[in-house]
């Protein structure tokens, strides 16, 4: 990887110390370019005409997330982030009063909230996997729960948006495929930062959003969906004439793919920007941009713990690209102030972001760093330089 080629490509990153790709990251100057030459072209053609004329271009954004995640075409469809994703996921399954759904402590605020939701409309049942002294994913908890309670769902996040935890979905996808039991995979903020292949992993769905590890736009975001549940007709509940074919007055046949979790009206300047980043990404390959973050985060999280005024929260066998500390008192306000003053992008994770988590960390808030290939050695050891004066 040319880390002075990425770093050129990289406008923003020049004039501050940017950690914050686990929030929104920056995007290379090419997917800007490539976002204002076809809005251009809309202000001259109008929407019908500019997406005709650029069908090819439009038809890539397929090819280049098949390439990043090892499966087909037909397997993926645009959504305009993460939990847009997951919803459409989520609505094609056909829950009935009693179901289970089996999750970790581990996953997203927002889908927790959804399954919470779930639970109050149809009154499902959210059981959750223990976790080993280690805060690995208790695979054989998970394997009695499946035997116990034979849930309609597995879901699990692979990163935790609080933590650099990174969780063994590999593990918990071949237990499902043992049961035969659908299993979705939040790869919210994994995609980008490692390889993830889903032939490995397994998993029925994976969800995944543009604006983080990917460095594309905002309002983007993509679902894969297994060839099996294609096979099952399984559909969102809301579909549209993008994903179905009206073919009789009170009757309809949905697309024989995923684009039947589409809605036949989205922004193709955020599509053709989404499908640059991931371009972008692929060309220098997730591998070697995995291998690069780790060496980052490695010694960021070594060095911080090296601090006696700092506690690192994250835990886990396998750590990635987001670092979560505080003070050993558990402040944060102090070190927020003091990446401020020296221009350092970063983000604070709440407790109301990671509920059980923090509970069981007994903290409140954390500072969340998320290095990424376009950060630099140099960087990291001026973070650490500068987090010394912390009182």
């Not at 009757?251 to 980043?277: P, Q």
Request: charge should be neutral; charged fraction near 25%.
């Amino acid at each position: 990887m040319d880390i002075n080629k990425v770093r050129k490509d990289t406008i923003g990153c020049t004039n501050k110390i940017f950690l914050n790709s686990a929030g929104s990251s920056l995007m290379p100057k090419i997917v800007v370019e490539k976002m204002v030459n076809y809005i251009n072209q809309e202000e001259q053609l109008g929407g019908y005409d500019t997406a005709d004329k650029n069908h090819r271009q439009i038809n890539e954004f397929y090819e280049e997330v098949a390439k990043l995640l090892n499966c087909h075409t037909s397997n993926i469809a645009f959504a305009y982030n993460a939990t847009d994703a997951y919803a459409k996921a989520l609505s094609s399954i056909i829950f009935n009063e009693g179901d289970i759904i089996l999750t970790t402590t581990d996953d997203y605020v927002s889908n927790h909230i959804a399954f919470i939701s779930l639970q109050k409309r149809l009154n499902l049942k959210v059981v959750r996997i223990k976790n080993l002294s280690d805060n690995e994913i208790d695979l054989e908890d998970l394997e009695t729960l499946i035997k116990k309670h034979k849930p309609k769902l597995v879901a699990v996040t692979h990163i935790p948006t609080s933590s650099g935890l990174i969780q063994n979905i590999e593990g918990v996808g071949k237990i499902c495929k043992m049961y035969d039991i659908l299993y979705l995979v939040d790869a919210c903020q994994s995609v980008g930062q490692i390889s993830i292949d889903v032939q490995k992993i397994g998993c029925d769905f994976l969800t995944a959003t543009g604006r983080k590890f990917l460095r594309g736009p905002r309002g983007t975001g993509f679902l894969y969906v297994s060839t099996k549940v294609l096979d099952s007709k399984l559909t969102p509940l809301f579909v549209d004439l993008r994903g179905a074919l009206w073919t009789n007055f009170d009757d309809f046949e949905v697309s024989k793919d995923a684009k039947r979790f589409e809605h036949w009206e989205m922004s193709y300047s955020s599509l053709v920007g989404l499908a640059e980043a991931i371009r972008y990404a692929n060309l220098i390959g997730l591998k070697d941009i995995e291998k690069y973050n780790s060496q980052l985060s490695n010694t960021l999280r070594v060095q911080l713990s090296e601090n006696p005024k700092l506690k690192v929260l994250d835990k886990g066998n396998r750590l990635g690209s987001i670092i979560t500390f505080c003070k050993t008192n558990g402040d944060t306000s102090e070190i927020t102030n003091l990446l401020n003053e020296n221009s350092v992008s970063f983000s604070i994770s709440k407790k109301e972001y990671a509920l059980i988590d923090f509970t069981n960390k007994k903290i409140n808030s954390a500072v969340r760093l998320s290095p990424h290939y376009f950060n630099t050695k140099e960087e990291i050891y001026k973070i650490v330089e500068i987090l010394t004066k912390i009182k």
